[in-house]
């Protein structure tokens, strides 16, 4: 078998500087994953079928690297194929992603506006580009072993070192580009930082094994270069009306105008999080302005103290504020930068609404104050957290309730399909003797409205009677809750800290959906 000459002396001049490589392929891999997930969070959203896609492809891309990179190994053992390899890695983990933003940013056009062809396109699309990087990604671990490894006694350890080095690499490649590299710079620089990193390692690799590769190697980063300043102008998303957009630890943040208001949308933009109009106005009894009639369902309705689980941008203690005055309000929101929007974007300035940044079920626990009213609305399109839809949570959030205390949240459903309605419903009635439901007119949502005493429907009725001089939103609103209240049909399932089926439930409930109504039936950016 033929001997790459570097090879025999890599025991004692170049096997640091291989493990190093190792550990920082190691750590870009892990990085390009969680890099492309974030783009592609901003046309698809953060589904458990969007991660899976995401790690599957990753998956059966490193697979097929591993393989391609054995028998290249055996047929070309030389640190210079080596390095070479490395190098184009690198290069492909720079271009091939920020090809992939270009793509995703026509992708982002064509989801508002339901193009099915355009947006399959773009899948497809990001799936070539993804392939390139990560294959060659996996081709350098089985390479790195089979220069690693030379004498056959040391096989064992030598390739468990060199996979332990590149996990090494890859515990940082999972969190700095989430937690630092992201929020700070974006996903498209977090790209050109760790494929950039990968390429000056390789060509350093390859300068000392190959000298003839010098002036060659240099044309990589000089057509980089140019890619890198056109590719990562403007903003991630090319909207008319967007006037904000940032990227959290936690999600794509963006803000658009349209007429005189402002709407909050998260990753993919298919919903709406909050919106706020010039001067506090309220065009349309909204599911947020559903929740005001949430109190009246009791027969001595009172308003003096209030929590919101799944604050965003502030718009129902805003709108709680309007009705009921300046009431104390806890608003409890997970991701730090939608609150900042809030206060830049939605006058989220009211000094009665008490921000709280965390998670809601966590801070919620850490309060000790009660509460008349307990709104949850923490959707990440299409989901609810499943820890904030247990039997558990809910006997926590009427722990936090006063004596005739209510409890309102949020469900997303299908004009034909109420699984997850009915759950949440039955799991309610798990911990309170009443749940009511309104179907939201114009929407796909159900609020499931839960009280600590047994209530009736009439409750709302009569109160809405007896209403007098109150702001015309509170009454828009109850007259809209008292028209749509639908029958609670409780489900056999129980969500429990130990069973919550609820991703399941709301992956058949999209399939079915689009098998039925078609890419169509989506809302578009401007409904």
């Known amino acids: 078998m033929q001997t790459d000459p570097n090879n025999k002396q890599l025991a004692t001049r170049n096997r640091k500087y291989l493990y190093f490589t190792v550990f920082i392929a190691g750590m870009s891999t892990l990085a390009i994953e969680f890099t492309t997930s974030r783009m592609l969070q901003t046309v698809y959203g953060t589904s458990n079928i969007v991660w899976a896609n995401v790690i599957g492809l990753v998956l059966l891309f490193l697979t097929v690297g591993y393989f391609i990179g054995g028998r290249w190994a055996d047929k070309r053992p030389y640190l210079s194929t080596f390095y070479a390899l490395v190098s184009f890695s690198g290069f492909a983990g720079v271009f091939f992603l920020l090809l992939t933003s270009v793509i995703l940013k026509t992708a982002a056009s064509a989801m508002a506006a339901i193009n099915v062809n355009a947006i399959a396109g773009s899948l497809v699309g990001v799936i070539v580009a993804l392939a ?7 081709c350098i671990s089985p390479f790195a072993i089979r220069l690693a490894v030379t004498d056959v ?8 070192r060199i996979y332990a080095i590149s996990t090494w690499g890859s515990l940082l490649g999972t969190y700095l580009p989430v937690l630092f590299a992201i929020p700070l710079l974006g996903s498209r620089v977090t790209a050109v930082i760790f494929g950039s990193l990968l390429l000056v390692v390789g060509l350093i690799g390859l300068w000392q094994t190959q000298s003839r590769a010098k002036v060659f190697s240099l044309l990589l980063p000089v057509i980089l270069l140019p890619v890198v300043l056109i590719w990562t102008q403007g903003g991630i998303k090319a909207y008319d009306d967007q006037i904000f957009e940032t990227e959290s630890p936690y999600n794509y943040i963006q803000v658009i105008r349209q007429e005189d208001c402002n709407y909050l949308l998260l990753n993919e933009g298919q919903a709406y999080h909050s919106f706020y109009c010039d001067g506090g106005r309220v065009p349309r009894v ?7 009639a949430a109190p009246y369902f009791t027969a001595q309705p009172d308003s003096q103290r209030m929590a919101v689980i799944g604050l965003a941008a502030g718009t129902i203690p805003k709108q709680m504020t309007r009705v009921f005055g300046p009431i104390p309000i806890d608003g409890i929101e997970l991701d730090p930068a939608i609150v900042q929007a809030g206060r830049d974007y939605f006058d989220l300035t009211e000094p009665n609404i008490n921000v709280i940044v965390g998670d809601g079920r966590y801070q919620l626990n850490q309060l000790t104050a009660q509460y008349d009213l307990i709104t949850i609305d923490a959707y990440k399109v299409p989901y609810i957290p499943w820890h904030l839809t247990t039997r558990e949570f809910f006997g926590e ?3 936090h309730l006063t004596d005739d205390g209510v409890t309102a949240i949020n469900v997303g459903r299908a004009p034909n399909d109420r699984r997850l309605v009915d759950a949440i419903a039955a799991t309610l009635l798990a911990v309170f003797p009443t749940v009511h439901a309104i179907d939201v007119p114009g929407s796909l949502n159900t609020i499931l409205v839960a009280t600590v005493q047994p209530t009736t429907p009439d409750n709302l009725a009569r109160n809405l009677a007896r209403l007098g001089a109150v702001d015309p939103l509170l009454r828009a609103a109850m007259e809209t809750a008292v028209t749509h209240l639908v029958p609670t049909t409780p489900a056999d399932v129980i969500f429990t800290d130990e069973r919550a089926p609820v991703e399941t439930i709301v992956d058949s409930l999209v399939i079915r959906y689009l098998l039925q109504e078609g890419a169509t039936g989506l809302p578009g950016l401007g409904q």
């Open 132 to 138: 390139v990087p990560v294959t060659l990604l996996g």
């Open 286 to 292: 909204s599911v947020w302005s559903i929740m005001l």
């Open 153 to 160: 006694a040391e096989a064992g350890r030598i390739s468990g």
């Open 397 to 399: 959030v009427k722990a």
